[in-house]
């Protein structure tokens, strides 16, 4: 019988890069021409070697491009017949109250046996009550209206509620598995749940028992799901899905196929459709409301100087001590960060997050990972293909927000102009901001050409598209204004929020003594301030011409209020027109926009007039409207609300006239 370090062996030997350990690794799939690593390994709990290839190779075809049958890698069943049993494993079962009432004691070679609590000899009295596995948590979940999953036998129950966090459910298991009938009682122990998922296992015995459990409690459990692990492989089960580092909503809904034979298309291809009466609802959730959103990819493109590190740890700081976020909007925390740095030593970014006053207590600092290769124990740097690493991480501290400073470090042998390849290395990434809610920050370099926001980071245009937000950091077009903006890009997922003015100031290294020259250490950090940036959006911070649009907009808002002051106030446009000092129409359009000046149209033929809000108010009596919100948000109706797809400098009235 082979082992899975047979496997990597063979792998190398054919000239497949073998990455990560000491549990999971990735590998080039031998069956096909792999340019990055698709193939997963494990090693199951028996022993034998789990397979499973990303691009869909069947595991048959792996082990037949190595030379190897299922044979080669499975202990003979003779040799199995004369083992002793050992034994392996216990599973308690227990009543409500938490009182053991049996136990199912697990054999290799694999065989199950009941036992009354503590006995030597295997049997149970035919009064014994039946009861699912691990009930009295069970019967919480129900309580908390969570989900129940319903595996196969215990250690598929074990595994799978070892992964399940807060809100997500619990897992059991009939005793027996799917060699025994599913019995009323089990049904009556799960009156009140809302929703059973029942797990099969990939073989035709195991959706025959998933099939069965599921017509059970199709009257008395409102939804019912029927899952499949991902891997392909005969018999795969729920320990082997987690053991490949699949996460829980990876696991795929089964078809109404009675088999779990594929149906494969005139191409060889198994598809996988999804109705979209199935899908579950899930509603935007945010740590940062319309700036950051959790279970998501963020992206932060930083100009040089615009201090994207100091940013993003002062975000830190925010979630870890509870503090309210930058614009007075409430944070999620206490809770914790990751930090993945390339560029800042540990003792650098303990320095800058001390002086952001951030509870350090709750960060972690992921920057490489131990693992074995050819036998030895090596340490390498961490890459954003290293999902498992990163959950880890995530889960020590219970984070929030993940921070990757800067992306490309972290890439590994991905080109990061190549857009096949990023995408397919930041999906596992985004399922894994989905599952545990937490925001991944991708913090990127710009390129050395300026343009558009969306297309101003480095590399391919798939890493902006897989976020779900972005984000663009710069200093103001104004040089005379001084401070730094933080501007939305792109979001799937909301309105475009107004951006923010931040300062990047040096500080005193807390507790830090004086250096030769008798001068105090000092580090960045941020402060955030009040600055009117109206008019201002993501690209005038990296597009020159959108930029002098913006400088020039400024200009001619402070000539214009100037110019209606003289004036008492108002006076017609077209009169304003012929003052123009060389601004043009669509320059003062904006600058009127931004300076709140109201237009009133009347009379026939019609005259439009430009006022002043004050004037306005002072002659008419009424309050003071709304101010005109800046150019990412739209022009402003009367009742503050918002109407979108008006050109940019236009109002109402001039839309209608």
């Known amino acids: 019988m082979l082992t899975i370090s047979d496997i990597r062996e063979r792998l190398g030997q054919r000239g497949c890069r073998v990455t990560g350990g000491p549990t999971q690794w990735s590998a080039q799939c031998p069956a096909h021409e792999d340019d990055r690593p698709s193939l997963r390994l494990a090693s199951g709990q028996d022993g034998r070697p789990l397979l499973h290839c990303m691009a869909g190779c069947a595991p048959d075809d792996v082990l037949g491009a190595l030379e190897l049958t299922w044979t080669d890698v499975l202990p003979p069943r003779a040799e199995q017949s004369r083992e002793r049993p050992q034994h392996v494993a216990t599973y308690v079962y227990r009543d409500l109250g938490g009182k053991p009432l049996y136990e199912v004691r697990r054999f290799t070679p694999k ?16 009064n014994t009550p039946r009861v699912l596995y691990r009930l009295p948590e069970v ?5 908390r209206g969570e989900p129940i999953y319903i595996c196969e036998g215990e250690k598929d129950a074990d595994a799978l509620s070892a992964v399940l966090g807060p809100g997500e459910g619990t897992a059991t298991c009939p005793p027996g598995g799917a060699g025994q009938r599913w019995r ?14 029942v797990i099969a296992d990939r073989d035709d015995a195991g959706i025959k028992h998933a099939r069965n459990v599921a017509d059970a409690l199709a009257e008395a459990i409102p939804t019912i799901r029927v899952l499949l692990p991902r891997p392909r492989h005969h ?5 082997d899905h987690l053991a490949l580092g699949f996460g829980v909503g990876e696991l795929e809904p089964l078809g109404d196929a009675e088999t779990d034979q594929p149906a494969l298309t005139a191409d060889g291809l198994e598809p996988i459709i999804i109705r979209a009466d199935s899908i579950p609802v899930e509603y935007p959730d945010w740590l940062w409301e319309n700036r950051l959103p959790a279970g998501a990819l963020v992206v932060l493109d930083g100009l040089p100087g615009a201090g994207k590190t100091a ?13 309210p976020w930058p614009d007075g909007e409430p944070s999620p925390g206490p809770a914790g960060a990751v930090i993945m740095p390339a560029e800042d030593s540990p003792a650098t970014l303990l320095h800058r997050l001390r002086a952001a006053n951030a509870d350090l207590t709750r960060i972690a600092v992921l920057r490489e990972a131990r693992g074995m290769r050819e036998g030895a124990l090596i340490t390498r740097p961490i890459t954003l293909a290293d999902t498992g690493a990163i959950r880890a991480a995530i889960t020590a501290v219970g984070a929030r927000l993940v921070i990757v400073d800067p992306i490309t470090a972290f890439l590994g042998d991905i080109n990061p102009d190549k857009d096949t390849q990023v995408r397919t290395l930041l999906t596992p990434l985004a399922a ?26 480095a590399g391919s245009i798939g890493i902006i598209g897989a976020a779900r937000v972005g984000w663009t950091a710069g200093p103001h077009p104004d040089p005379e204004a001084g401070v730094q903006v933080l501007a939305v890009s792109k979001t799937n997922l909301g309105p475009i929020p107004k951006p923010l003015a931040y300062e990047v100031r040096p500080v005193p290294i807390p507790g830090a003594p004086p250096n030769r020259l008798g001068r105090i250490p000092t580090t960045a950090t941020l402060n955030w301030v009040d600055v009117d940036l109206a008019g201002l959006t993501a690209d005038a911070l990296t597009d020159r011409e959108t930029a002098a649009q913006v400088t020039k907009a400024g200009e001619a808002a402070q000539w214009l209020v100037e110019t209606l002051r003289e004036r008492g106030g108002s006076a017609p446009r077209a009169e304003i ?18 300076a709140g000046i109201r237009t009133v149209s009347s009379g026939f033929p019609r005259t439009t007039v430009w006022e002043l809000p004050d004037a306005a108010t002072a002659e008419e009596g009424q309050a003071p409207p709304p101010p005109a919100p800046d150019a990412s948000t ?24």
Do not use: C, M
């Open 139 to 143: 019967a919480a979940a129900i309580s």
């Open 111 to 126: 065989t199950f046996r009941p036992y009354l609590p503590g006995a030597s000899r295997a049997g149970l009295p035919s």
């Open 432 to 457: 894994l901001a989905q599952e545990t809610g937490a925001a991944i920050l991708l913090i990127r370099h710009p390129r050395k050409a300026g343009g558009a926001a969306l297309t101003a980071g």
């Open 634 to 657: 739209g022009s402003a109706l009367p009742d503050g609300e918002t109407l979108l797809g008006l050109g940019e400098g236009a109002d109402i009235a001039e839309w209608v006239s």
């Open 577 to 594: 027109f012929a003052a123009d000092p060389g601004f043009g129409r669509n320059a003062l359009n904006r600058a009127r926009q931004q």
């Open 235 to 239: 018999g795969a089960d729920t320990a």
């Open 311 to 323: 940013l993003a740890l002062d975000l830190a700081a925010r979630l870890t001590t509870g503090q």
């Open 184 to 197: 009323p009682e089990y049904t009556g122990q799960l009156a009140g749940a809302r929703e059973v998922r």
